[in-house]
């Protein structure tokens, strides 16, 4: 069987391998890993061209990397566009232009990919407007969209959502969501509705147990031998709620506490925001209690998780899935977070979710203080997260999954 899998966006260009990071080329960069290993099927990445991530391609010689090079002109109306959009915006909705020429370079040439690669199975990855493949290429096979987000656009396309043979969601959150007729792409009927939990690396996300390199990490950021650590793990936007972790810092008033607030706005750009800057001054209040990390590679989360106590994720918007949490799980990192969205699903009974209210602050600063009281209970709770990611979102558990989502166990 050969499966063609597209990948674009206009928010930087992640390619697949993750050069830069990003959610989504993570997590396909897991199945390319997976598909490389056990050779299931014959296997097309079509990503946007990256000189880093053609490097790291050559880890996978049984996958076919197909490179969408956007020319210099390409490039250039990108920053321009990029540019004036940040002098309008000033703030996150920016870095939603910040390649768009790419995208749309990246569909025009690979509608005739689509339209002679011979594809048994086609999947578009959560980004809206490449359904627009399809419709230029007039594409007949399977296709299947897979969404890691709640699509807000339709980019003129819902017959073309409404058509795929099914929809991919990384939650029943998700699912339920696109199912509903007010949904831009909706409604989409349960029966062409998939949930495919999303995974991580469990080999690479696991407690680190090396203590020199625990001490070295902790002398890097200031950390005294004996305070606790809290860290937040994610983007530097509102709706990922790091201010609320601030917040309750404050209220806690702990010297023995320092909290690490790890991860930028978006990979390589610098936009200060008026987020950002009310991050900072609530940094102040706390004295020297908080530090900001900026970005920190997958390679050395575990250790930053390692380093923590606790793990503080207290998304204040519809999370569609909660890869930071099970990340800190499988390190052995308790985690507080929200019911927001998907978040539930993934951390289950085996972390503290509490309700997003008016009350969360106050709510957060309690419940950090229970935990951070507890020691025997404490160490259940962490061996018992780590069990529950092993054993529900490893990344052969994923791939399996996902062939079982495209009818591949019937092949």
């Known amino acids: 069987m050969k499966v063609g899998i597209f990948i674009a966006d206009s928010n930087g260009g992640y390619p697949v391998p993750a050069s830069k990071g990003g959610a989504v080329s993570t997590l396909i960069e897991h199945l390319v890993k997976g598909n490389n290993e056990e050779k299931l099927v014959d296997m097309d990445i079509v990503t946007i061209y990256d000189p880093k991530a053609e490097q790291m391609s050559k880890a996978y010689p049984n996958i076919n990397f197909i490179w969408i090079k956007p020319p210099a002109v390409v490039k250039w109306l990108d920053s321009v566009f990029f540019f004036l959009v ?16 790419s995208l749309l370079f990246y569909i025009l040439k690979v509608k005739s990919i689509l339209k002679w690669g011979s594809y048994d199975k086609v999947v578009l990855e959560n980004n809206v407007p490449l359904a627009w493949i399809i419709k230029l290429s007039k594409y007949k096979g399977d296709y299947y969209y897979h969404f890691h987000n709640i699509p807000r656009i339709n980019a003129k396309c819902k017959d073309v959502f409404q058509n795929c043979t099914a929809i991919l969601c990384v939650s029943e959150f998700v699912a339920k969501q696109i199912q509903r007729a007010d949904n831009p792409i909706g409604p989409i009927s349960p029966e062409k509705t998939k949930v495919l939990y999303n995974c991580i690396d469990t080999d690479h996300f696991s407690r680190v147990k090396d203590q020199s390199i625990i001490k070295m990490w902790k002398r890097k950021y200031g950390i005294g031998e004996n305070e606790k650590v809290i860290v937040f793990v994610g983007r530097l936007s509102a709706e990922k709620g790091a201010d609320k972790l601030l917040e309750a810092a404050i209220k806690l008033n702990r010297k023995d506490v320092k909290v690490l607030i790890v991860g ?3 990979y390589n750009v610098n936009i200060q925001d008026e987020y950002q800057q009310k991050l900072h001054e609530l940094a102040k209040r706390s004295g020297k209690q908080v530090k900001f990390t900026g970005y920190i590679s997958q390679k050395e989360l575990p250790i930053i998780y390692s380093i923590a106590d606790i793990a503080v994720l207290p998304s204040v918007w519809d999370e569609p899935a909660g890869l930071t949490m099970i990340e800190a799980m499988a390190c052995g990192t308790p985690v507080i977070t929200t019911n927001a969205g998907g978040i539930p699903e993934y951390v289950g009974k085996y972390g503290v979710v509490v309700d997003r209210n008016s009350d ?38 994923y791939i399996m999954n996902f062939y079982g989502c495209i009818g591949k166990q019937n092949e």
């Open 360 to 397: 969360l602050t106050d709510v957060l600063s309690c419940r950090i203080t229970d935990l951070l009281s507890m020691d025997s209970n404490l160490e259940h709770m962490e061996d018992a997260g780590v069990r529950h990611v092993k054993d529900k979102f490893s990344y052969k558990e």
């Open 264 to 266: 930028s706005l978006i």
């Open 86 to 101: 940040r002098k309008a915006f000033k703030n996150m909705k920016a870095v939603s232009y910040k390649s768009l020429f």
